[in-house]
Structure formats: structure tokens, C-alpha cells
């Protein structure tokens, strides 16, 4: 079965950095595009980032542009999230998610889902 697993998340101060992985198995890694999503306490899921199947098409959230980067290495069958001049606002769970169309992962609701990690950012 297709499993997704997060890790990288922890607990830091504003301004610091973190990368976050996503260790993908159950499916041929290099045909899915790949996202990142968070979900605040209290709030919506929201879109990150995404990548696309090759990593050489990228979309990434107005609210993380400039600060976030998504990035793949499908011999690892890995996708990451760095995450640069972290703010509070950036506090949320962390979910990566795939998906075989590029549509589905940046508008709708991807097929598979990891069980997320913690970021918290503090002031």
C-alpha cells in the first residue's frame, strides 16, 4: 500500500529554518506530482507547494513565495520542504500529499496523504 512519511518538523524560533522530508513507498514515486500542505489550529487545509513529476515545475503558495521551496529526489523517492525566515503564521501541521495530475494536487484533494508533522514557530 502507498505510504507517506513526514518528518523534519520541530519546535523553533522566528526566523529559523527547517527542512521537512517526505519518504514515499507503494507507488512508482517518479509518475506522481507531489505537494505540501499545512492546517493550522482552527483552520482550513491549506496549499504549500507542489512539484511535479520530473521537479522541474514548481508552484508555491503566495503566503510561503520566497521563503519555502519544494524539491524532489526520485531516487530516494523523497520530496522536501525547506522552509526558510520561519514566522509564527507558519505554525501548523505539515501533510505531504501525491497525486498522478498536477490539477489535483494544486486545486482539488490529492489521493494520498502522509500523517503530517508538527511545525511551531515561536515569537
Known amino acids: 500500500q502507498v505510504q507517506l512519511v513526514e518528518s523534519g518538523g520541530g519546535s523553533v524560533q522566528a526566523g529559523s529554518s527547517l527542512r521537512l522530508s517526505c519518504a514515499a513507498s507503494?507507488?512508482?514515486?517518479?509518475?506522481?506530482?507531489m505537494g505540501w500542505f499545512r492546517q493550522a489550529p482552527g483552520k482550513e487545509r491549506e496549499f504549500v507547494a507542489a512539484?511535479?513529476?520530473?521537479?522541474?515545475?514548481?508552484s508555491h503558495s503566495n503566503s510561503v513565495k520566497g521563503r519555502f521551496t519544494i524539491s524532489r529526489d526520485n531516487r530516494k523517492n523523497t520530496v522536501y520542504l525547506e522552509m526558510n525566515s520561519l514566522k509564527p503564521e507558519d505554525t501548523a501541521i505539515y501533510y505531504c500529499?501525491?497525486?498522478?495530475?498536477?490539477?489535483?494536487?494544486?486545486?482539488?484533494?490529492?489521493?494520498?496523504w502522509g500523517q503530517g508533522t508538527q511545525v511551531t514557530v515561536s515569537s
Open positions: 512539484i511535479n513529476e520530473g521537479g522541474y515545475i514548481k
Open positions: 500529499a501525491a497525486d498522478l495530475t498536477w490539477v489535483v494536487v494544486t486545486t482539488k484533494t490529492p489521493k494520498y
Open positions: 507503494g507507488l512508482i514515486f517518479s509518475t506522481y506530482v
